[in-house]
DNA sequence: TTGTAGGCGTTATCAT
DNA sequence: ATGATAACGCCTACAA
């Protein structure tokens, strides 16, 4: 006895439904609802107006357990107290998904973690996801990129590139942005700048230092070491760095810090010290975070496009899975600089 | 022609392998899978060792198309530029969603919004959700609770409690921490206190400034209307109602802010005006962002059990959805003062 | 270009 | 307390 067709039985429209009201068989309604050839326009048509009367949306349970994928994309991210970079990375990513079709899961880690590799692994495998997104530091760590490649789950990072870039990459010109930073400094006549260095385990950290070096160079100011320090990317790590470099016989006049809120950390720890920023003591940032426009005197930092930028990852991701070219563009994209207060600029 | 039983073809384990390892029915399985009863002791722990040793995972997919329930959970929020309290719902609603064996579905919306509704339905309509949180400030507004229980949808609203509580209700004493923080104002000294209003579609708002009349009542003090400032719970809206208010013939000598971003706000201005936070100006915010702690000088403000609150109404949405009592506790969860810089503390 | 048959892995129904 | 079997709605073959 043939399968019941689902008359209209007062639940959701099903593909029964469609394929009825539009006179096909189920099988061009699925063409068509997935953009398949083979559907001759006229038809295409029908069945679209089809759609449209019945209202119908096709059920993902039944199309993810046929099809055996789950249209969900994973996103891996450190939860960090700190969330101005997440919540950019958390809007081009829902964005992207929204428009290819896909569901977006989130899976926060606590960083540092012993048992990062399991619980990535756990993640990937339990959760059935089609692909993986990975932000920064997440995909920086060691081993996480090569984990994914034996789960074979495919996977995207966002992050300064690496020498032998694996899978889809997308970055930004952080070291073009450090150097135009230190460069400004330079030009304002400071030739003492110190500078803090990023988590060791971001790649960023790396860049950012390297643009320094180069503006340095560039205007042929001599390296000195007393003037770099270490920090965490932490508003404490920040104070302390400062702390230590304001302490030196000759102090700099101007500090970098490798994000925004190690150089709230600098002023604050300024203001506490009782110099004036930027009158005593400028001060520079890097990622133009909530904090960087709202501390006073408001900070001189550089943007990154973070969600368009995880948009462009996750498209890259899906048109992987899609089968097609991933189709990346191989340039970074463009970080911008923004003049503020905190480097004398007076609006 | 019995269906096959799909032998272990190297795929990933299905109900029928445990089954079959276990020596039963796949639906015995599946009463031990859902926690259903009649299954004898014995048995359940034979079906749970072969669960045990296959890694058994049901497949969601399968699930859902049968169950016709989704188990996702919905998170409808506002995505403003501040993502502090959001993130705080994110972990909250992540943590229960895990533990309670949902996924977890994000809707931003931006407000306001002409079309929030439609959005909201298209949203509850098309992904399908077995349910819906609906953190402040979204289920504050109007149409939105009455709109899901016409969808015939499920919802945990977190936010202040209106008079009549309609569904699960999480929230938490604002009014009694900002008595306390005003209280604490007074104690220092100051008799007149500036109040910035919140956002007038926020249901907190009100709660706030109940709690600065409560003190100042408490404690003798008339009310002077020209002190108290309308905001938007902005940055920007901070400043302006600082400057009015210091504009004043006799300005105030302290300012309570609705949230830390206005707070930020008003010590901002202070500071382009020459003021000194808290010598001339003390300075209270609300939420603890970390903006507060990270500011110059650091702010005196309140701190939400957010995540907590998120949890409690995901767990109770979830009991709704079992069919068990929803079984929240009716008493508000409790804020905690902070008290810094900004009002005098030298710690 | 279009259609038919057969599963995908689970839950639900109704026996036993 | 346990089991056989029919949905659930869609997609992937393979036909026509």
């Not at 809007?91 to 998904?97: E, I, K, N, S, Y």
């Not at 993986?132 to 495919?154: F, H, R, S, T, Y």
Request: charged residues 25%; aromatic residues 6%; hydrophobic residues 40%.
């Amino acid at each position: 006895m043939a399968r019941r067709k689902r008359e209209s039985a007062g639940g959701k429209p099903t593909i029964f439904d469609v394929a009825q009201r539009a006179g096909v068989s189920i099988k061009t309604v699925s063409r068509v609802v997935n953009h398949e050839d083979n559907v001759r326009e006229n038809t295409r048509e029908r069945v679209l107006a089809a759609i449209a009367d019945l209202d119908y949306q096709p059920n993902a349970a039944a199309r993810g357990l046929s099809s055996k994928r789950s249209y969900v994309i994973g996103l891996i991210y450190e939860n960090a107290d700190e969330f101005s970079y997440m919540k950019h990375v958390l809007d081009g990513a829902l964005a992207a998904c929204e428009a290819q079709g896909y569901t977006l899961l989130l899976r926060p880690l606590t960083l540092p973690n012993d048992e990062l590799l399991a619980q990535i692994r756990t993640f990937a495998v339990q959760a059935r996801v089609d692909g993986v997104v990975l932000p920064a530091p997440i995909g920086d760590i060691d081993g996480v990129v090569d984990l994914l490649k034996e789960l074979d789950v495919p996977f995207a990072t966002v992050t300064p590139r690496t020498p032998k870039p694996e899978g889809i990459n997308v970055f930004c010109d952080d070291a073009q942005a450090s150097q135009d930073l230190a460069s400004y400094l330079i030009e304002q006549g400071h030739n003492r700048i110190g500078f803090i260095l990023g988590h060791p385990d971001h790649r960023a950290t790396e860049q950012r230092y390297k643009g320094y070096r180069q503006a340095l160079k560039a205007h042929g100011i001599g390296y000195d070491a007393a003037l770099v320090r270490k920090g965490l990317f932490t508003f404490e790590s920040g104070q302390q760095a400062a702390a230590k470099l304001l302490s030196l016989d000759t102090p700099p006049t101007a500090i970098m810090a490798s994000n925004d809120d190690m150089a709230a950390g600098v002023s604050f720890h300024a203001h506490e010290r009782g110099l004036d920023v930027p009158g005593d003591l400028s001060v520079v940032g890097f990622d133009d975070t909530p904090v960087a426009s709202h501390m006073w005197p408001p900070l001189t930092t550089a943007r990154q496009p973070i969600s368009s930028m995880v948009e462009a990852a996750v498209n890259g991701l899906v048109r992987q899975l899609r089968g097609e070219e991933a189709n990346l563009s191989e340039a970074p994209f463009h970080c911008e600089v923004v003049i503020r207060r905190s480097t004398g600029a007076t609006p």
